[in-house]
């Protein structure tokens, strides 16, 4: 419906992604978050257990969207090149999409519990893996070029991709699609079959 006004949930992400981005994880405090988000404590408690969640749950979304759209790409089984600027394609919209709580996580990730530091290496993890196996299969079938190993060209895009939170701006020269169009246009030119 539109206008709607986004659930206690999202309210209180949204306020915690602008309060840790403004001032940073350790000076906010959690009656900031919920005075931001217009929530009562007690709301804030009934999703998130600790300010930890909050900032776990910050970057959890992001990789967890992250994931289930490179698993749908990689389900497909299209032509490799199309698979790579598929994938290259959504990660770097989601990351632009989210670059504000992409910046909060890298800046303030070592403050998770060993724990949740671990979950989130992970599905980082597998996700870097699933995608060094596509350009691996691309590049031993001849459908990439060699010019890099799958190690090195998965390194170099994961790169590319993190300092996007450190410098795009939504209300910059550039829109999101125009920076998705121009990295992975990048990536396959260099990829391209001699």
Known sequence: MAGRRPGVRERVLAAAVELFAGQGYDATSVQQVVERAQVTKGALYHYFSSKD??????????????????????????????????VIASLVSTTAAHAQEAAVFGREMHRLDKERREAIRADRRRYHETFRAVIDRGQARGELASVASAETVT????????????????????????????????????????
């Open 53 to 86: 969640d909050l900032l776990y749950e910050i970057y959890h979304h992001l990789i967890s969207l992250q994931l289930a759209e490179l698993d749908a790409i990689v389900a497909r089984q299209m032509p490799t090149a199309d698979a790579v600027g598929a």
């Open 155 to 194: 390194l170099m895009v994961f790169g590319m991709v993190n300092q996007i939170p450190v410098w795009y701006r939504p209300d910059g020269p550039k829109d999101a699609d125009q920076l998705t169009h121009e990295v992975t246009d990048f990536v396959l030119a260099a990829l391209r079959p001699a």
